[in-house]
């Protein structure tokens, strides 16, 4: 029997508000067109495809996914235009590419001659070119070349190489700082074209700055993700406030051993264990003053919780909501009290 | 088609090698009975029926699961003896655990009087009555009541509760101080019996002390979790050798920006951020040089790594085994370099 309110289901569980979705959507999606800026959304947070429609039916141009699996569930679910922007290696990896790109708009990415000689190797065959931007590392520290030089030598490895098309550059920006993202991203397409190159997207990403993504003139295109849910870690930041922020854990008092002491029945195995620089391991929404101090797999321990009573339900607003729509099978589709629906998450677990 | 070696395997993936699980188990058991103490394994570790049945051939008493879900997948796949040491509450987990209680040997636990007063009221008019163990905080800080005379209190109280069997006592106790544990439960058995009561089961757990748990002389049965696979966690405190570890990610480098850094397919989505108080994420067993410094969902960033290749497969210890298990829908079963078989985990993503 589906429960009709949120005072019917078992804990814990996620519950996701509709109509702060909505909101979230709608409003990334405003001001991405009141600065001619294109959306492709990263599934990675939600990992439904009823989003991914959603978000398309509202304007993006596409969707962005982290890796293969996800992409072949939202390819399946009817979405046909993908970006997976990782350094995609092995047999079995690129036989399952080549066999998306026969059935939708794809693009891949590469930041190095080797990843982009396997592409290379996987689509050499094909009828039509894989399209490959090169990832740049803007001053994360992560993947990317780190260079406009070395920016300008694999873009031109990736042209000259069969079955690939050069389709531009992508970067995953370091969160305050626009100003160094756009200057990076100038002088590396300056470059490209003064090497000759067609220069046709620059994909920059993050929920952090998203109302800032304008800043980074060079950029075609914004890959948020965090926006639809978003988190108590974009509450912290003030990118948000807690009213925006669509996604929360319902969980319950399963003990209280002292006066301070309270457990609940979210520990890290629905939570995680991320705390992305934050203090605890997320808030009750309803009780801030409630510290959740430490998490083991089944258990959150919180101090100040006097307030609490044992048997008790809360909700939990999660440091970073991504982790925890992966560590779900399904979710709660909520509009304030009452219950619309419980879906499964379909693409998570999708390692490959 | 299935891998035939490791080398067939695409990453990243969960490798279990079975020669080293069946020689934890064995070394396990042959332990508990030359001390006269029962094995109830805790299976939230490996989440398996293929090795909670393997346990019992062994000699376990029954098992251990932290969860209603997790039981269900269990009693289906024919386990008959279970423990929940999980204070549950509400009526669905109620009528959930009813059914099981209908098909197999049942215990659960309780630390207030609350939990106690919903199983009484759940199984008052069952044929047979539910065993309850007191859980006892004998020093870890988690749940449990918190002293001899809460014990007794709850005890008796479930004792002349319709619907259940005061069973006995319940810890998990903090590592380190075996005396500390005993002196808490000999004293609380011991004003338990000047009440009264029996105290059939007196249970206690965890991996970190195994090879110690016979100093708990109290203790009657003991409910090690993570002794089946071990991880970087036990390694690192000295429990146990790299060589004993039966659980390893299997990943690939599939960055290398600079000369020192490098970058795998395994993040947080498959080692998790649990770091249990250890410097970094994990370790490369054929690589102990380089360091796992962070963690995004899909990429492990790494430095120290200079001595690795873009394309290079390593295999990664992780610092905590269990959660592992949770993030992956299968795991490859190997012996050496061969690959026995793929399995479905099937008790993972059991929340409730």
Known sequence: VR????????????????????????????YADA??????????????PLFAHRQIA?????????????AEVMAQAGIGDILIPYNIIGRDKLTRLRSLHERITLAASA?????????????????????????????????GVTTPEATVALATGIARSPGLRFGGLMTYPAAGNPARTEAWLSEAVAALRQAGLDVPVVSSGGTPDLWRAH??????????????????????????????CALTVLATVVSHPDADRAVIDAGSKTLSSDTLGLTGFGMLVDHPEVVIKGLSEEHGHLTNAGALNIGER???????????????DVVHLVSGDEVLDIIPVAARGRVG
């Open 111 to 143: 930041d190095s001659a080797f990843v982009a000689a396997g592409l290379s190797e996987a689509f050499s065959g094909m009828q039509s070119p894989l399209t490959v931007l090169v990832e740049c590392d803007t001053g994360m520290g992560r993947c």
């Open 3 to 30: 429960p009709a309110t949120i005072a019917d289901i078992d804990t814990p569980a996620v519950l996701i508000d509709l109509d702060r979705v909505e909101a979230n959507l709608t409003r990334a999606q405003t």
């Open 215 to 244: 800043e980074v003139e060079t950029a075609t295109e914004h890959r948020p993700g965090t926006y639809i849910y978003l988190d108590r870690k974009h509450v912290e930041t003030g990118m948000c406030g807690i009213e925006d």
């Open 35 to 48: 600065h001619g800026l294109k959306l492709r959304p990263h599934i990675k947070t939600h990992k439904l």
């Open 58 to 70: 509202l304007g993006a141009v596409g969707i962005t996914c982290q890796k293969i699996g996800e």
């Open 314 to 328: 809360v909700r939990v607003l999660p440091n970073h909501a991504c982790v925890v729509s992966n560590l779900f």
